[in-house]
């Protein structure tokens, strides 16, 4: 992949299930026409990341149908859903196996083959801290799993398997368990073992794992979370250094990509892995000012590169109801024009207006034609080598006079690569603003030419002038620029 990748989330079923309708028959993934995947690389992306592949469990198929609170929240947002179009969790995994249901192993080999002729690479889902509450190894190998003896007092954090043992479910320990999966052990030998046999498996079928919930393995994480009902002592060594060790043995340019937060995203950076999600970037251009904005994006290179940056994924409120519509798309911009792997969702580019639950399968997408046309453009723009080879620095813009401080609003950075500038400038405010933008470099003509990318308009200014002052913008709130200069 390119340095600051593009990858698209694909709710998989969802997305599988679309093209049967579109082609009135029954198919596999390996039948996917191939008019499909040059959509997903004519759009700019270096990796496809395709949610829910997996064996799905029957048992949590069964508690998604029968939830009280995924059934309320559809009745809500989707009139006249159906039961029928929900299915168990992607994350309440019964077997790393494709699912029969998308064709197998097989068929999944067969589009990894012509996702990877179109140069995109495929990444798949590894969820490390639990599996389905019927998964097999519940009843062949229980002790790999966090164990009760004897009955527990609070059973909403416990079940009881057909062979009498009381395993826990896994959960996040800020919130209440996660009734579908069991939880595994992770001080266990034979449990280290199992996941790295998976590890191993499942990266010989894609080229990158988005690794969920990465946090909740870590050592000290997992002894606050459980150390009661662990009998294991605490090991010397983190699982995930020696596993992505193995894993790139094999594979070298394998990626791994990890789901953390709690500001430990450094922390499992420096275990190995490619790329952490980027929380803190979200949550502040959803709640915070522009100062904070550029504050995050003032943190040491190496982090920066290794961050995703993103609006929009599966556990996420829709980005245009949790940001408003233009402000998602100021954020967006953020997102996709910043150092780091660039992670964009389908449902984001055509403008859905509600998260639905990941058990959910939408038949009918919606689109909004305007949403949809700003991706495509916004897309093309950073497609641009300057925004993958070139030099990445944060511009600080100018006030007009002591007395607007209208500019603080703005968030402004530059790519440079060779001859080429791309300046981001973002009005990151609910008010206008009017500032001045200084520009490094001019060209050595009498007249500098910039133009702006989502308008295709040129704007000319004396190269003197631009020298002296910079260039003045006056800019509607929440108004994006990507102004290009050639020197």
Not at 281 to 290: E, F, G
Request: with cysteine; net charge negative; charged share 25%.
């Amino acid at each position: 992949m390119r340095t600051n990748p593009h990858i698209l989330e694909i709710n998989t079923h969802e997305w599988f299930n679309k093209i049967k309708r579109d082609l009135g028959r029954d198919i596999t993934l390996a039948d996917i026409p191939e008019s499909y995947l040059f959509e997903i690389k004519a759009g700019g992306f270096d990796a496809v990341w395709l949610m829910g592949v997996w064996q799905e469990s029957p048992a949590s198929r069964n508690i998604a149908k029968n939830d009280e609170g995924i059934n309320n929240y559809l009745a809500k947002v989707q009139p006249g859903y159906s039961k029928e179009d929900i299915m168990g969790s992607q994350y309440s995994i019964y077997d790393y196996r494709v699912s029969s249901s998308l064709g197998g192993d097989e068929a999944l080999a067969k589009l990894r083959e012509k996702l990877n002729e179109f140069g995109i690479s495929l990444i798949l889902d590894f969820a490390g801290n639990h599996l389905s509450i019927d998964n097999p190894l519940t009843l062949t190998d229980p002790d790999i799993f966090i164990r009760h003896k004897g009955e527990p007092q609070n059973k909403t954090e416990f079940f009881k398997t057909a062979n009498g043992d009381w395993l826990a479910h896994g959960r996040d320990p800020h919130y209440p368990p996660w009734t579908d999966t069991v939880q595994i052990n992770h001080f266990n030998l034979k449990a280290r073992k199992y996941l790295l046999d998976t590890l191993l498996k499942v990266s010989s079928m894609c080229d990158g794992l988005r690794c969920d919930m990465v946090m909740l393995m870590l050592n000290k994480v997992f002894r606050d979370a459980w150390g009661k009902y662990i009998q294991e002592e605490t090991p010397v060594d983190e699982f995930w250094p020696e596993a992505i060790e193995k894993v790139k043995e094999q594979h070298p340019f394998f990626t791994f990509a990890a789901e953390v937060y709690w500001g430990l995203e450094w922390e499992v950076q420096e275990l190995g892995f490619d790329y952490t999600y980027d929380k803190t970037l979200y949550d502040r251009l959803l709640l915070s000012n522009p100062q904070d904005i550029q504050g995050h994006l003032n943190a040491e290179h190496l982090y920066q590169k290794r961050s995703i940056r993103f609006i929009s994924n599966h556990d996420e409120e829709a980005p245009i109801t949790a940001f408003g519509k233009e402000k998602s798309l100021a954020a967006a911009t953020v997102a996709a024009t910043i150092t780091g792997a660039r992670l964009f969702t389908a449902s984001q580019i055509y403008g859905e207006k509600r998260r639905l639950p990941i058990q959910y399968i939408q038949k009918e997408k919606y689109k909004d034609e305007e949403i949809f046309a700003f991706y495509k453009k916004l897309l093309s723009i950073i497609n641009n080598p300057a925004f993958h080879g070139g030099q990445w620095t944060l511009k600080h813009t100018k006030a007009i006079d002591d007395k607007d401080l209208s500019f603080k609003n703005i968030l402004s950075w530059c790519w440079t690569q060779l001859s080429t500038c791309k300046a981001v400038v973002i009005n990151y405010g609910a008010t206008p603003a009017k500032f001045i933008l200084p520009l490094d470099r001019v060209p050595q003509q009498e007249t500098v030419f910039i133009k702006e990318e989502f308008t295709d308009t040129i704007l000319s200014m004396p190269t003197e002038e631009v020298k002296k002052r910079g260039i003045v913008l006056e800019m509607k709130p929440f108004e994006i620029k990507i102004l290009s200069v050639n020197f």
